[in-house]
């Protein structure tokens, strides 16, 4: 029972946040200085012209009547047609979403591979070459920025030796340099969490008490300080996934691929605005949904955080 | 040992910063050529010796550019991250010391912004409001604010029940007067800690969307702008696209650097 209050507590939470975050964008779009229908129509448009374009986005009306307006397009999670193609925004997003969703998982995956292995390493033979590696890597990772390791990538894989495609993105093989460059620096931060995780987890008591008993070194370490280190390692790993998606826009553009990010960052370039704020929203309510997720996981895994 | 072998890398670190910040003020007199004259006759050369780092697709001289792009990127450090404080100082000092009412309202606002992929507000914002230096650095900064506001609320209320505050309340010091005598001098060293790493993310952040054409505009050099133009060529002139990522990896990795190494000097815990 105290779980089901827990979830439906995180769930209003999650509804106030994406209330509070479309709020947040609504504003910013609209009191800014400027008619976004004199930017769509040009300079040589009819006035005409411009207040059909108003009608159509919609700011022909009171600024309160619009924020109404858009609120009830978020609960119904309706924003519209396309000012370029004419296309329905939502049909837009769901069409491109599957590439990036599948890039963002890759690239968490790699991750995790890389990461978690050598954050064990690190933690268990402290000072050792493996710790030595994992800090020069987690150092690495957080200063070499997405695109320009996805541009070395291509350079190297793709270029010089090419066992990668140049362009591309109807196979899986088109993926695996854009999700490393993705997930090179989300691995150093979910390895020095699983370091830092795992050394809280071995200075514990429960390990004394666990040799005491006899426990061989291998069963300390990855029957029980692993499993307990896990807990903090899902959560970063949850609000990593999310900044992914953020990510991906980056990535996408470095490889080409028809992505999300790459159809959020068209329509900026063309000021397709309704298709803009749809985007915007959307990722906001997946990378919202994510943490909401990753909150219910970690207290099935802790029941202590239930209470708090 | 290790304490040892991190001082020596954070004064090259440091060593580095320096020099990064010497190049951007003094960049007419270093830089070996102007970086926006252009060359049609040497466009897309290898380094050798007349341009170290080669040139570019208009001819133009790669160190050179690189140099003056440590202007913007310096430069959109220091605004994001002043801005970033100012916001993030004040909202968390009236969170902390003002009611009940006004943290949590306060904070909910905070964490919002915080719950969203910042590369993705930073775009939003700059799409609004428009491409160039001073949008992204506007929104850089109100990017950032909420972790500086969480940070000094969390010392605040920390602080606040300490008794020499008591103390001074007792005594009838102003608020505004105890704010800047007792808790922003407690606060500074986390607050100095937080500032080296939202530098090194402003200046990744500045690159990322000038790559992506929504930050600085040509022809102003930027590390973010030649890796744009470089994606191009990256197989006739693979060091367009070396050189200024490898600087711009560089100048993060020292500000990383320097702000880990400062927070393991100010909580020797961490180092347990």
């Known amino acids: 029972m105290e779980f089901v209050f827990f979830i439906i507590r995180r769930f209003l939470r999650l509804l106030l946040t994406i209330f509070i975050i479309s709020t947040i964008i609504f504003f910013v779009i609209r009191v800014i200085p400027g008619d976004p229908a004199l930017v769509v129509a040009g300079l040589d448009a009819s006035e005409d012209d411009i207040q059909a374009i108003r009608v159509r986005l919609g700011t022909d009306v009171p600024v309160a009547v619009q924020y109404g307006r858009w609120l009830s397009d978020i609960v119904r999670f309706d924003f519209g047609e396309s000012m370029i193609s004419g296309a329905s925004v939502n049909k837009l997003i769901l069409e491109r979403f599957p590439l990036t969703l599948t890039l963002a998982v890759l690239g968490i995956l790699l991750g995790l591979i890389v990461a978690i292995p050598l954050g064990v390493l690190s933690a268990v033979h402290r000072w050792s070459f493996w710790d030595y590696f994992g800090m020069v890597y987690s150092q690495m990772g957080m200063a070499i920025p997405s695109f320009w390791l996805g541009m070395i990538l291509l350079l190297v894989f793709a270029v010089k030796i090419p066992i990668f495609p140049l362009f591309g993105s109807d196979s899986l093989k088109n993926l695996i340099l854009p999700a490393i460059a993705l997930g090179f620096a989300r691995a150093a931060v979910i390895l020095r969490l699983t370091r830092a995780a795992m050394v809280e987890e071995l200075n514990r008591e429960y390990i004394i008490t666990a040799r005491a008993k006899g426990l061989t070194d291998r069963m300390i370490r990855y029957k029980h300080a692993l499993k307990n280190a896990m807990i903090a390692v899902v959560t970063v790993t949850g609000i990593q996934f999310g900044y992914m998606l953020g990510g991906a826009i980056i990535v996408e553009q470095v490889f080409s691929l028809p992505g999300l990010g790459r159809l959020f960052l068209y329509a900026i370039y063309q000021r397709d605005f309704p298709l803009i704020q749809g985007g915007v929203v959307f990722i906001a309510v997946v990378f919202s949904l994510v943490n909401f997720t990753v909150d219910i996981l970690y207290s099935v895994l802790n029941p202590k955080i239930r209470i708090s | ?272």
């Open chain 2, 1 to 272: 040992m290790l304490i040892k072998r991190k001082n020596w890398i954070f004064n090259i670190s440091v060593l580095f910063i320096f020099l990064l910040g010497a190049a951007a003020i003094a960049a007419p007199l270093v830089s070996p050529y102007n970086p926006t004259d252009q060359n049609i006759d040497r466009r897309f050369s290898a380094p050798d010796s007349t341009n170290i780092l080669g040139t570019d697709n208009f001819g133009r001289d790669i160190l050179s550019r690189i140099i003056y792009g440590s202007r913007s990127a310096l430069l959109v450090g220091i605004v994001s991250a002043s801005i970033a404080v100012v916001i993030g100082m004040t909202v968390g000092l009236i969170a902390g010391l003002g009611g009940n009412w006004v943290d949590n309202l306060l904070m909910l606002l905070m964490d919002s912004l915080l719950s969203f992929p910042t590369i993705l507000l930073a775009i939003t914002v700059v799409s609004f409001f428009g491409y160039g230096l001073v949008q992204v650095m506007s929104a850089i900064g109100i990017i950032y604010s909420p972790v500086f506001a969480r940070l000094v609320r969390a010392e605040t209320l920390a602080i606040k029940t300490e008794s020499y505050i008591e103390a001074s309340r007792a005594l009838g010091t102003p608020v505004i007067k105890r704010v800047f005598i007792h808790i922003i001098p407690n606060l500074l060293g986390k607050v100095i800690v937080q500032l080296t790493i939202t530098f090194a993310l402003a200046i990744v952040i500045e690159a990322s969307l000038s790559y992506l054409g929504l930050g600085t505009q040509p022809p102003t050099p930027s590390w973010g702008l030649m890796l744009k133009d470089a994606k191009n060529y990256l197989i006739q002139a693979p060091w367009m696209a070396i050189f200024p990522g490898l600087v711009l990896a560089l100048a993060v990795f020292a500000f990383n650097l320097i702000g880990d190494t400062l927070a393991e000097k100010l909580n020797p815990r961490v180092l347990k």
